[in-house]
């Protein structure tokens, strides 16, 4: 792969080439941006650039799909990790409306759940306990046949009377 044009902050063209039988080449030509889209300078830096070789056509090139929905994926399922997807949180997901966090109270038994690194025994639980405006939260979880737990405090992290909490336990990443 030869790079044949890059600003090195928001645009690059690359280019390759592979001789094949019966004096033909295969040709490969990919415009990269930092971006999900490239700026009006990248394109018409790396047309200047594409005009010039004589295998380079415009009409080659394709659009790529890089809406959020098209680049959705779901990762490999591997039930002694966290489930890690590109892309930042949806902030437009909705909690409950009109939660109320005193019926919320008291033991929740784990059924199912996306595997966590810091909870893979068995039989997990979650327990909370209202103190106040501060919820004390217990999970447990048998490893080993032995019972562990870790304790962490949660907190209503909404204006707007839903079902958002703040939960925080002593264990890197895990909010």
């Known amino acids: 792969m030869l790079v044949l044009a890059t600003d090195y902050k928001s645009y690059a063209l690359t280019y390759g080439c592979q001789n094949m039988d019966n004096d033909r ?3 490969t030509s990919w415009k990269f941006s930092r971006y999900n889209t490239l700026t009006t300078d990248a394109i018409n830096a790396i047309n200047k650039v594409i005009d010039e070789i ?4 415009q009409p080659y090139y394709y659009s ?11 990762p490999e399922v591997n ?4 489930v890690i997807f590109r892309g930042q949180c949806d902030q437009t997901i909705e909690a409950v409306k009109d939660f109320d966090l ?10 199912e759940s996306y595997p966590s690194a810091f909870q893979d025994g068995t039989c ?5 306990t209202l103190t106040g405006n501060t919820v004390s939260v217990r999970n447990s979880h048998v490893v080993d046949q032995t019972l ?3 304790d962490g405090v949660a907190t209503l992290a909404s204006t707007d009377g ?3 909490l703040k939960v925080t336990f002593n264990v890197q990443n895990t909010e």
């Open 25 to 27: 080449r295969r040709i």
């Open 54 to 57: 004589e295998v380079l056509h």
């Open 64 to 74: 790529v799909d890089r809406r959020p929905e098209a680049c959705f994926y779901f």
């Open 79 to 82: 039930p002694n990790s966290n």
């Open 102 to 111: 005193n019926k919320y109270m008291n033991l929740w038994y784990d059924v």
């Open 124 to 128: 997990p639980n979650a327990h909370y």
């Open 148 to 150: 562990v737990t870790i």
């Open 162 to 164: 839903s079902g958002k």
